[in-house]
Nanobody, 120 residues
Framework: QVQLVESGGDLVQGGGSLRLACEAS????????MGWYRQPPGKNRELVAL???????NYADSVRGRFAISRDSAKNSVALEMNNLKPEDTAVYYC??????????????WGQGTQVTVSS
C-alpha cells in the first residue's frame, strides 16, 4: 500500500504565503507524478499544479506566477509554495500522486486534504 501525508494548511491573511508539503510512503517502486488539487466550498475539485518526475510542470491559470511546485525525489515528496494568496484560494487542498508500486501496479493515490483559508 501507499500513503500520502499532507501538511502546511493554515489560516493566512490575503497577500500572505504558505507552503504545503506532501510525502508518499509505502510500497513505492517509482513515482510518475505528484500534484495538488483543491476544492473550494461548494465547488468541484480542480487542478492547482502538478510535477512529473522528469520535471514537467503544469499550473492552473489562476495560480500561475503565484504558486510554485517542486519535488524531492529522495523523500518521495512534493511541495507547493503559495505566494500572494487571495481569498479565492480558500479551499481544501489535496495531494495526488500516480505511483508504480513494488508489485508493478500503477494507481492514483490521494491525501486526506489540508485546509487553506485566506482572509480578506
Amino acid at each position: 500500500q501507499v500513503q500520502l501525508v499532507e501538511s502546511g494548511g493554515d489560516l493566512v491573511q490575503g497577500g500572505g504565503s504558505l507552503r504545503l508539503a506532501c510525502e508518499a510512503s509505502g510500497n513505492i517502486k517509482s513515482i510518475i507524478y505528484m500534484g495538488w488539487y483543491r476544492q473550494p466550498p461548494g465547488k468541484n475539485r480542480e487542478l492547482v499544479a502538478l510535477i512529473t518526475w522528469n520535471d514537467h510542470t503544469n499550473y492552473a491559470d489562476s495560480v500561475r506566477g503565484r504558486f510554485a511546485i517542486s519535488r524531492d525525489s529522495a523523500k518521495n515528496s512534493v511541495a507547493l509554495e503559495m505566494n500572494n494568496l487571495k481569498p479565492e484560494d480558500t479551499a481544501v487542498y489535496y495531494c495526488d500522486a500516480q505511483i508504480t508500486s513494488t508489485d508493478g501496479s500503477i494507481k492514483n493515490y490521494w491525501g486526506q486534504g489540508t485546509q487553506v483559508t485566506v482572509s480578506s
